[in-house]
């Protein structure tokens, strides 16, 4: 069975402030990768996904993500965050199984403070 | 439409009662999942359709659940003898048909129930 664990549930930043949030999983196969984010009061959005290539992801609105293989690992990362980056951020992982679903982690709420 | 359209958006119902949510994926996606969301988790998988069929319905809890799509488009979520336990927010998403997970799943905003 495939899980996703996010270390950190509640991260509190001031502006311009750089951002790592970690997700780690547990399947020992060929996996996708994603980072989803929800904004208050809207629906949970795709930020940036990894499938192959390039370990090194850059998604929307300055947000990169690395694949580690040997940590299990796929850290979100901004170099300086802003205000309207407070929301909740999700990992999901899809293993190679021939499922679509999706793994998702508990999720990462982020404050950012003008 | 131009997104995941869930309805209603929030729903109140008494225990043992039976509930119907509703999800209208992006027209041409052929791929819908169901999702539950409760407080403090992330989602978690219920169901998927490729077209009219349930291809995963692994993640349904129990027989008191269950999910439709007769046209291969709009989908319900039926749960029969609700319990107190299953509030949470239920959400669907859709992908186009093949690449799976190539562009990510759009969802919709949820249907919040609330089991008093």
């Known amino acids: 069975a495939q899980s996703v664990s996010q270390h950190n549930h509640h991260v509190i930043l001031s502006e311009a402030a750089s951002l790592e949030l970690g997700c780690n999983y547990s399947?020992?196969?060929?996996?996708?990768l994603f980072w989803y984010v929800q904004y208050p009061g809207q629906h949970l959005q795709l930020l940036l996904k990894?499938?192959?290539?390039?370990?090194l992801v850059k998604g929307i609105k300055g947000f990169e993500a690395e694949f580690i293989k040997s940590k299990f690992s796929f850290n979100l990362r901004k170099p300086s965050v802003q205000w309207s980056d407070t929301a909740e951020y999700f990992c999901?992982?899809?293993?190679?199984?021939?499922?679509?679903?999706?793994?998702f982690g508990s999720g990462t709420r982020l404050q950012v403070q003008p | 439409g131009a997104g995941v359209s869930q309805t209603p958006s929030n729903k109140v119902t008494e225990k043992g009662k039976y509930v119907e949510l509703r999800c209208d994926p992006i027209?041409?996606?052929?791929?819908l999942y169901w999702y539950r969301q409760s407080l403090g988790q992330g989602p978690e998988f219920l169901i998927y359709?490729?077209?009219?069929?349930?291809?995963?319905d692994s993640g349904l809890p129990n027989d008191r659940f269950f999910a439709v799509r007769p046209e291969g488009s709009v989908s319900t979520l039926k749960i029969q003898r609700t319990e107190r336990g299953d509030s949470a927010v239920y959400l669907c998403?859709?992908?186009?048909?093949?690449?799976?997970?190539?562009?990510?799943?759009?969802f919709g905003s949820g249907t919040r129930l609330t089991v008093v």
């Open positions: 999901a992982v899809n293993g190679y199984t021939g499922r679509r679903a999706l793994t």
């Open positions: 990894y499938f192959s290539g390039d370990p």
């Open positions: 359709f490729q077209g009219t069929g349930a291809a995963d």
């Open positions: 027209s041409g996606h052929t791929a």
């Open positions: 399947y020992g196969g060929t996996v996708n």
């Open positions: 998403a859709s992908s186009p048909a093949g690449g799976g997970h190539a562009d990510g799943y759009t």
